[in-house]
């Protein structure tokens, strides 16, 4: 038998589908629709007559493949193609995809010349039945059932954040007749008219101006709800179809695209991605709901020996995470588990649509990658649009309207331009707007990494990448230290300076060190001063070679002095060095309050009490007295600097009337922070005085306060504590310092600092646990040298003493040893030897 002739079993014509409209001829390799002929290819018709042969009855995908394309090796996408063909004809209810397998022919096939039952003449339309299990998403869908209750919806959502499949579930849960086209096969609107009678089974007569009528008629007083499934596309024939039906009171039309109709009376919901597991939150309470529990659901389902075990959860939030809880992403991330595993996925997301390509082979063209899915969405906008949503893809964390104008133009009439293009932008669900007052805008990950491929092919990337630079300069440099409302703004935006300072450092030296010297200033009571300062001090390399020297005179000045000041809080021992260089800098230049800031920057970075200390003093005292006019702030500074000195020079009665005047004037300025700081800085005094029960008090006061105020944000927590639990130690207040345990243990991770270290071997000590307590100084020297830190005078006497009360229970030679295995532990080994 040739591969053109029909099969024996169906040599005789067959009837099939609604009222048996269709009718295969196979011996004439035709078809008819309503008795005329339809036009269908060759491997569609062939494909048609393969199903046909045996309704009802699975065929893989293998099987069609042999049979419509024998001899051939051919992709799957052909196979997908050709049923998609037959379903625009046929409609999408005569064959159903079994997921993973292959093909079902479901409609009723009779012999031509057999009467059409009853039950043939007008079977229900319904949606196919969703792949997998609805997960996260009860919530979203019982505001959808609401929603639908009252009218028409539209659900709009990015790619690939499961519009469908929430869709699906509404219309299977739905108690009267639903029916359900999918629009995505469709090139334009006029061919909507067409899908529609396929689905509603309606015989439509007369022009294509009749068709509208003719389905009004058709379906006023019945009761359905239509699903019109990936609008975004035909987004005018939509709004059209549902302003047509809007009279029809027994219709419900629920629409799922990318933007809303922006018709009247329409009832927007909007789908987010599903709910990222919180940071503590526990496996189990991850696993029961939300993007963690969709990638575990589906990662168990490709390969059932991944063990879902606690010691997996961190992997498994990040991976989340980075995926913005896409359930598209999710799905193809977990289909790449079973040969990557977790830890190759987690790694290999730096490469995301490399990674991201195993969707179902049964699901659209446009879901079968990531990238396939977020072109599509891109090629719907227009050139403006792209262009705008490119160059966003430079933003880290979000971005503020104003960062999105000095991205976009220098001009200051073409900002509703860029307004109107960001409310494009977000209407078809490609930027994310925050809740706060002025918003913040954002795309999710997988969005600005196809952004940023686009700049890339578009030769942009450079120039965007300058501009996103210059903005954040322009941001940080318009902060002034003290001032709380600039300096939220900047620290909204750390995510961007970092981005744009590692750009810079690889492509505009002068740029990465005038950022670096504006942003570090900002961050100093923040949990981002330790993360920034090595982002600065990470240029010192260059900065010393002749590409920082050949810089701007006011440039390296500036950056120098800041290069000084994150080595004074940082107690770096050679930070003195670019002290020097930095005064060497300012003196030509003639400016005396930049002179003024760097001298005093110098006087904090001594470490030893002597000549240059005293030097820098009597240049920082000239200096003051030569301008009268200081400002409050900068007499802060000068008697900050000469407290610092005090402090060097172990005069401790100094060092506390030197805090006492600071606290006065940081309250003159209104300045919480520099508050606060001294406040901890009079308890550290207090304690030197050996005045331990006001330290102690002042030290419980000021805790309670920055508790009250909720933010964690105030970087100066860690000095707190720990001035705090050594005058409870040294009171013998042991239990209430023991309780400060955990709090120093978060803080000096959270603001990577190892001053709180040097408070633990004291507590050992006085529980006269010695062993420990040697321990533990070692540790605590050795974080302090691997920093290359300077110890204060009275820190040494502390360790000091605790090494004299080792050596005498335990012997000095045992001491020392004990001493240097200490210098071994890690973090995690300190922090249980302290709490025992």
Known sequence: MSKTEPPPSIASALRFGPAQRFELQAAERRLLVDGRPAALGRRAFDLLVALTERPDRLLTKNELLERVWPGLVVEEANLQMQVSNLRKILGGDAIATVPGRGYRFTADVGAADAAPSSAAAAPPAAPRAAPHSLI??????????????????TLVGPSGVGKTMLARAAAARWPGRCVWVDLAALADGSQMTGALARALELQLTGCDVDAPAQLLAALRGEALLLVLDNAEHLIQASAALATLLRPLAGTQLLVTSQVPLAVAGERVLRLAPLALPGPQESLEAAAANGALALLVERIVAADHRFAVVPAALPLLRAVCTQLDGLPLALEMAAARVPLLGLRGVHDALAERFALLTRGHRDASTRHRTLYSALEWSYQLLSLTEQRLFRALGVFAGGFTLDLAVAQMTDEPAARWDVIDGLASLADRSLLVVGPQDPPRYRLLESMRAFALEHLVEQGE?????????????????SHTVG???????CLAEMENARDAIAWAREHDLAMAAQLTAKVTPATTFSVWRYESGNWLLALEGLMSQPAGAALPALVQAEWWTERTRIGAI????????????????????????????????????????????????????????????????????VLGALIRAATVRGDAVAVLAGREAELVLARELGDRDMVDVT??????????????????????????????????????????????FNALVVLGRLPEARALLPRMFAAARRFATPTLAIQFGALAAAEQRFVAAAQLLGYARQGYESRNMAFEPAEEIGLGQVLNAVSAALGSGRAQALVDQGRMLDDEAAQALIVG
Do not use: K
């Open 679 to 724: 406040e901890s800085n009079i308890a550290s005094a207090l304690t030197d005085l050996h005045r331990h029960a006001e330290a102690a008090e002042r030290g419980l006061a000021l805790l309670a306060r920055l508790d009250a105020d909720g933010s964690g944000r105030n970087g100066n927590l860690p000095w707190v504590l720990g001035a705090l």
């Open 136 to 153: 996260g998403r009860d919530e979203d869908l019982r505001c959808l059932e609401e929603a639908l209750a009252s009218g028409s919806v």
């Open 461 to 477: 990337l450079d120039g965007a990448r300058q501009r996103h630079a210059a903005s954040a300069l322009a941001l940080f440099s």
């Open 483 to 489: 001032n709380a409302e600039t300096g939220a703004l």
């Open 570 to 637: 940082r107690r770096d021992v050679n930070a003195h060095v670019a002290g020097r260089r930095a005064m060497a800098l300012w003196r030509p230049l003639g400016q005396p309050q930049q002179s003024l800031r760097a001298t005093l920057t110098w006087v904090r970075s001594i470490q030893v009490a002597g000549p240059e200390l005293d030097e820098a003093c009597a240049e920082l005292e000239a200096l003051a007295d030569a301008m009268p006019d200081l400002a409050p702030r900068q007499r802060l500074g």
